[in-house]
Structure formats: structure tokens, C-alpha cells
């Protein structure tokens, strides 16, 4: 499947536990993805022997549609880093082995910016780099002092993102020297409609069609400076929300977040990897979600033994299908089997826009 090309994985399949286990003493793979449930020895016995001979190995286990709290208390002391419920879609899967191997999800890469100051010698390239962009403006830091009104040119360009580099005409409008370096703003010069809209796409939304669904990447803050006006044209079919680089929302975003949904007008749409800012309003204000469902979110683990936290990426289906409805626990990773980390916050609260449903 394309989005697996693009990682260049070497896959290695055990049909029984006992296989699995074997092929982990002598591959020593990065990670395993076991069913729970396989014949011979059991997913759960399997992870927690991978787990004292190679501690490095990342495990992710799929269980069943429901899961009962004898099951539940097995996924705890398997050691395992993330659950999934079977089945799941391809994307979740991808979300998954990406989290695990540190790797970049889809709309998570990262651009280059060039910066050059314009006269009328030429352009003298600078080593400064950027620290804020938006789509009317940057926030720069330069080794050198530049005067107000002086003309910037720059060069962004991410592989991964953009056919072609996007060239930006800016006016420095303040400076500041502190700590940093020479602290600049740059307003953005006659910008024209394609680079806005592309400017948009590295800073507040990214698209990866797909050829059932379209995929919607959101980024950074949603504030009441938010703007989806660009994003309305496109919001057509099946729509997949990823919310996974949301850092932030206030009340006005919130606003501004709800009134999108109801002018998109679409159906049927789908929030997957929502981050902790996301989960958090959604909690509070139910008509975050539209009428959308949540298949995957980030929830806050703590280690009460020593103190870890860590982000764990859960499917939704991993807490409806558990008798209680409670949130998987873990293995810490510093204390190892013996300390767990669970959910650093009151799950009916946390986990309101779930049980609302």
C-alpha cells in the first residue's frame, strides 16, 4: 500500500507465537505487531517475552471487537507500547507504526526556508531562520541587524509538500535585538491567491487525497485569526479530519472551528489522531465534533512510581470495546514491568466526548 512504500519497511511474518518470538531473538526488528489472539503461544505471552529479551523492540497488539476486563488486565501486563482493535483502517495502522518508529505521519513534514535581503546590489543571502510563519507575515532571527522598511525574498521548499518553491517578496515593519539574535516581523508583499493557499497548507492545513476519501491535516493553532475560507471549496465526499498537530484552541477558535463545520455541510466525516488541545474542547463543547465521530485521539500517561509522562496514541474502539469503558494501561517505560502509567486525568472527564456518545 502506498503509504508503506513510502517508508521502506522490511516485513518479516511469523504465522504462530512461537514463530513470532523466534524471528524477534534473530531479526531484533524495530517493531512487532502481534495478534493476541495467535495460535500457539498468545500475542500477550509473546510481547511480554520480546520485552525482556530485546526491551528496544516496540509492540503493538490487536485484539478483538470486545475486550473483556481479564483481557484488558493481560494487555497491561503484556508490556505492549500501543493497542489497536481489529479490524482498523489502513490509516490508523499507518498512524500507528509511524508514532512507533519516530517517523513522520502524512502532512507532519517539515519545509526549508532560504533568506535573502534585497538592494539594489543584488540579493545577499542571510543565515537567519524562521521562528513563526503565517500566511500575512514571518517572525525571523538574523545574525546581523536589518533596518525597518528593508525588502526580504524567501525561498520556501518542502519535498514532500510542494512540486515547486514558493518565492515571497516581505517588508521588515519592526526589530528587536535580545538574547536571540536580531529579532525581525516581515510582513508578506502582494501575495498573490496560489501562494496564499499554499502558504495555508504549510501552516494551518495540508490535503493527501485519497481514492475514497480526502485526508485533512490541520496545523498549529485555531484561534479567532484562523481562517478556513480556503479550505470550504474542497470539502466535498468523505472527509478523514487529522488533528494530530492541533497545538492549541481557545473560545473564539472554537467559534470559528464549529461555524466551519456547519458551512462545510458535509457528512459522514471522521477525526483521527486528535491531539490533547483537541480532546480537551471537544470534552467541554460537544459541537466540536459536528456530526463527526472520533476513530483515534492522544491521552496524557502518567507514571505515578517515577513521574514519566508520555503521549499514547488509543483508538477509540480500544475504549468502547473494554467492559468498562476505561482507557488502556502500560508498561513504563523507565520503570519497566513493574510500574504502570495510566491516564493522568479523570476519565469521565477526558473522555466525555466518547461517553456522550
Not at 24 to 50: C, F, H, N, Q, W
Not at 74 to 84: A, K, P, Q, T
Not at 269 to 293: D, H, R
Not at 322 to 337: I, K, L, N, Q
Request: aromatic residues 8%; charged residues 25%.
Amino acid at each position: 500500500m502506498a503509504p508503506f512504500r513510502r517508508i521502506g519497511l522490511e516485513l518479516l511474518v511469523g504465522s504462530t507465537g512461537d514463530e513470532a518470538l523466534e524471528l524477534a531473538k534473530s531479526e531484533r526488528p524495530d517493531l512487532a505487531i502481534l495478534d493476541a489472539d495467535m495460535p500457539g503461544r498468545s500475542g500477550y505471552d509473546v510481547t511480554r517475552d520480546i520485552k525482556d529479551q530485546a526491551p528496544g523492540c516496540r509492540v503493538v497488539l490487536v485484539v478483538g471487537k470486545r475486550i473483556s476486563g481479564e483481557q484488558m488486565r493481560r494487555v497491561s501486563e503484556s508490556g505492549c507500547d500501543e493497542v489497536l482493535v481489529a479490524p482498523m483502517t489502513t490509516d490508523e495502522l499507518f498512524d500507528s507504526i509511524s508514532i512507533q518508529l519516530g517517523l513522520p505521519r502524512r502532512g507532519s513534514e517539515r519545509f526549508d526556508i532560504r533568506l535573502a535581503v534585497v538592494s539594489d546590489d543584488g540579493d545577499h543571502k542571510v543565515d537567519g531562520h524562521v521562528t513563526n510563519l503565517s500566511v500575512d507575515g514571518a517572525r525571523i532571527v538574523l545574525p546581523e541587524p536589518v533596518s525597518e522598511g528593508a525588502h526580504l525574498r524567501l525561498t520556501i521548499s518542502g519535498a514532500d509538500t510542494f512540486d515547486q518553491d514558493i518565492h515571497v517578496e516581505a517588508q521588515v515593519v519592526w526589530v528587536q535585538t535580545g538574547e536571540e539574535g536580531h529579532v525581525i516581523g516581515a510582513a508578506f508583499e502582494d501575495l498573490d491567491s496560489e501562494a496564499r493557499i499554499r502558504l495555508s497548507r504549510m501552516t494551518q492545513w495540508d490535503i493527501a487525497p485519497g481514492p475514497e476519501r480526502t485526508r485533512v491535516i490541520f496545523k498549529g493553532d485555531i484561534t479567532e485569526a484562523t481562517s478556513f475560507d480556503d479550505l470550504l471549496p474542497i470539502m466535498v465526499g468523505r472527509i478523514e479530519f487529522d488533528l494530530s498537530q492541533v497545538r492549541y484552541i481557545n473560545s473564539l477558535g472554537v467559534r470559528e472551528w464549529t461555524d466551519f463545520l456547519k458551512r462545510a455541510g458535509i457528512q459522514g466525516y471522521e477525526f483521527q489522531a486528535c491531539s490533547i488541545p483537541f480532546v480537551l474542547q471537544a470534552s467541554l463543547s460537544p459541537s466540536m465534533l459536528g456530526k463527526g465521530t472520533v476513530t483515534s485521539f492522544f491521552a496524557p500517561y502518567y507514571c505515578t512510581t517515577c513521574d514519566y509522562t508520555d503521549e499514547r496514541l488509543l483508538q477509540s474502539a480500544t475504549v468502547l470495546a473494554a467492559e468498562d469503558r476505561e482507557p488502556p494501561r502500560f508498561a513504563c517505560p523507565t520503570c519497566g514491568s513493574t510500574a504502570e502509567m495510566e491516564l493522568d486525568d479523570i476519565p469521565s472527564r477526558y473522555l466525555a466526548f466518547l461517553y456522550d456518545d
